[in-house]
Nanobody, 122 residues
Framework: QVQLVESGGGLVQAGGSLRLSCAASGRTFSNYNMGWFRQAPGKEREFVAV???????SYVDSVKGRFAISRDNAKNTVYLEMNSLKPEDTAVYYC????????????????WGQGTQVTVSS
C-alpha cells in the first residue's frame, strides 16, 4: 500500500503561482511513477503531469511551459510548481502513484491522495 497526502492548494489570482506537494508513505517511493491529475466540477478527471521513476516527465499541452513536476526521493515527495495560473486551472488536484506503464490516464494508477483544491480568480 502507498498512502498519498496532498497539500499546498488555495486561492490565487490569475497570473499567480502555487506549489503543490504530495507526501508518500508505504512502499519504496523511488520505484513509482508519480502523477498529478485534476478534476473540475462536472468534468472528468484530467491528466496534468507525470514524473517517472527515471525522472522523465510528461505534461498535458494546456500546462506546458507553466507547470513543472519534480520529485525528491529522499523526502518521499512529489511537487507540482504551477505558474501563470489561469481561471481554467481551477480544480481539485490529485496526486497518484503507479508502477505501470500507463501514466497519462487515471485508470493506470493504483493509489490516490484525497485531493487539494486550487481556485484561480480572474
Amino acid at each position: 500500500q502507498v498512502q498519498l497526502v496532498e497539500s499546498g492548494g488555495g486561492l490565487v489570482q490569475a497570473g499567480g503561482s502555487l506549489r503543490l506537494s504530495c507526501a508518500a508513505s508505504g512502499r519504496t517511493f523511488s520505484n513509482y511513477n508519480m502523477g498529478w491529475f485534476r478534476q473540475a466540477p462536472g468534468k472528468e478527471r484530467e491528466f496534468v503531469a507525470v514524473i517517472r521513476w527515471s525522472y522523465r516527465t510528461s505534461y498535458v499541452d494546456s500546462v506546458k511551459g507553466r507547470f513543472a513536476i519534480s520529485r525528491d526521493n529522499a523526502k518521499n515527495t512529489v511537487y507540482l510548481e504551477m505558474n501563470s495560473l489561469k481561471p481554467e486551472d481551477t480544480a481539485v488536484y490529485y496526486c497518484a502513484a503507479t508502477q505501470g506503464r500507463t501514466t497519462d490516464t487515471a485508470g493506470g494508477y493504483d493509489y490516490w491522495g484525497q485531493g487539494t483544491q486550487v481556485t484561480v480568480s480572474s
